[in-house]
């Protein structure tokens, strides 16, 4: 792999009543990374497309959305309009994955697809070839700062060898209790992006705990 690790801090874990100030703290991060959850698809509620495009218009960084709702079909496209970088949608909640994922490419967005913990990464062989990003979640989605779960570094590996074998540029994302002390072995497993909320907002020098966590998982990439 050529590009250096991109790491990506989870404003979930921000103060959102001084987002701007958030966001300035984290000027070194590849992208923002944007939890939205409709209190459907997982048991908690954040925000919609209004506070992501106020976001949009404050972050130093380009916008990795991270969509935990149902329906992404209908509301995914809204996030790529108003100009996220990257959009990501769960293949557990979408009617017609390989569509939106088209969709989502034609307005200029790179078009994601994410997997809970337990769902099989064999189901998304068919779709490779059509996303930008594919995320592996490493929590159950819904919450911060919950325990990285090693048990699903066997299909991060098992996508990372596909990908290889078929010579994709696809980038492979994890997202869930990613620190100092598990980011090398979702690196060793193939990630190549990684979502870190607590570990970089509750640092005291968040653009430091970033440039550590790119090091420790550049000195894990293979
Ligand atoms: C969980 C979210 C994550 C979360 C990660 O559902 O998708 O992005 O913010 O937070 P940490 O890094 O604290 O586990
Ligand atoms: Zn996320």
Request: glycine fraction near 8%; charge should be negative; charged fraction near 25%.
């Amino acid at each position: 792999m050529s590009d250096a690790p991109r790491i990506n801090p989870s404003i979930l874990a921000a103060d959102f009543a001084d987002m701007r100030a958030e966001l300035a703290r984290i000027g070194g991060a590849d992208f923002v990374h944007v939890d939205v959850m409709d209190n459907h698809f997982v048991p908690n509620l954040t925000f919609g497309p209004q506070m992501v495009e106020r976001i949009q218009a404050t972050s130093p960084v380009p916008l990795d959305v991270h969509l935990m709702i149902d329906d992404p079909d209908r509301w995914a496209p809204g996030y790529a309009e108003l100009g996220a970088a990257s959009v990501t949608f769960h293949l557990e909640a979408a009617n017609e994955p390989v569509a939106l994922a088209r969709r989502l490419r034609a307005i200029g967005a790179r078009a994601g697809i994410a997997v809970k913990p337990m769902t099989p990464v064999e189901s998304l062989f068919d779709i490779l070839d059509d996303v930008d990003q594919i995320l592996v979640m490493t929590v159950e989605p819904g919450f911060g700062g919950q325990s990285f779960m090693p048990e699903t570094m066997p299909k991060l590996r098992r996508l990372s060898d596909e990908a290889r074998r078929r010579g994709s540029s696809v980038w492979l994302q994890v997202d869930g209790g990613i620190s100092p002390d598990t980011i090398a072995q979702a690196a060793d497993a193939g990630a190549d992006t990684f979502v870190a909320g607590s570990a970089v907002f509750g640092a005291d020098d968040p653009d430091r705990a970033i440039a550590a966590l790119r090091k420790l998982a550049a000195a894990h990439t293979h």
